[in-house]
T-cell receptor, first 114, second 110 residues
């Protein structure tokens, strides 16, 4: 049982480049989330999804896009990379929505924009 | 979401008990209290959750007083491997727009 799998683990982008961060879960969870974590800080919600075909913005959505075509996959797209997007990105999933459902996190993608 | 306040950092030694208190004065009736643990270079991991009184599992205990305006995460007999950031979150079912604050960095020394 792999849980939440994120790829790649590390990536260096040049300013203006685009990339997709992949996230897959095998727990049949309806709820999925993308967070970013800047050095020494907590996690901020970028986007979330409550099921296939349904996504919505979190606290810091600017510069990102998501899609949810299947229950398992929730990719995060960066269209025009900027240095401010240098961060560690975490994907998470849960069986229900809310703090009374434990979130399962992936191991993260460390992104550097130069 | 209820606002939470927790210490920025705490130091301890191996074998000691560590207690981290989280304040949440505006907690609502339907809110649960959840704690996560994050090791360096890893995503957060759910460790314990409660609504009132005391909850215990194999990792930690969670103490919640009757007024529920604070909660205390207790880590018994810590080891070096308990060095991590601990996050307190408060919210109800459906509060899935969660953002984690800076948390409490616990450093365990030999």
């Amino acid at each position: 049982n792999a849980g939440v799998t994120q790829t790649p683990k590390f990536r260096i982008l040049k300013i203006g480049q685009s990339m997709t961060l992949q996230c897959t879960q095998d727990m049949n969870h309806n709820y999925m989330y993308w967070y970013r974590q800047d050095p020494g800080m907590g996690l901020k919600l970028i986007y979330y999804s409550v099921g296939a075909g349904i996504t919505d913005k979190g606290e810091v959505p600017n510069g990102y896009n998501v899609s949810r075509s299947t229950t398992e996959d929730f990719p995060l797209r960066l269209e025009l990379a900027a240095p401010s997007q240098t961060s560690v990105y975490f994907c998470a999933s849960s069986s229900g929505g809310g703090t009374n459902y434990g979130y399962t996190f992936g191991s993260g993608t460390r992104l550097t924009v130069v | 979401l209820a606002k939470t306040t927790q210490p920025i950092s705490m130091d301890s030694y191996e074998g000691q008990e560590v207690n981290i208190t989280c304040s949440h004065n505006n907690i609502a009736t339907n809110d649960y209290i959840t704690w996560y643990q994050q090791f360096p270079s890893q995503g957060p991991r759910f460790i314990i959750q409660g609504y009132k009184t005391k909850v215990t599992n194999e990792v930690a205990s969670l103490f919640i007083p009757a007024d529920r305006k604070s909660s205390t995460l207790s880590l018994p007999r810590v080891s070096l491997s308990d060095t991590a950031v601990y996050y307190c979150l408060v919210g109800e079912a459906g509060d899935y727009k969660l953002s984690f604050g800076a948390g409490t960095t616990v450093t365990v020394r030999a």
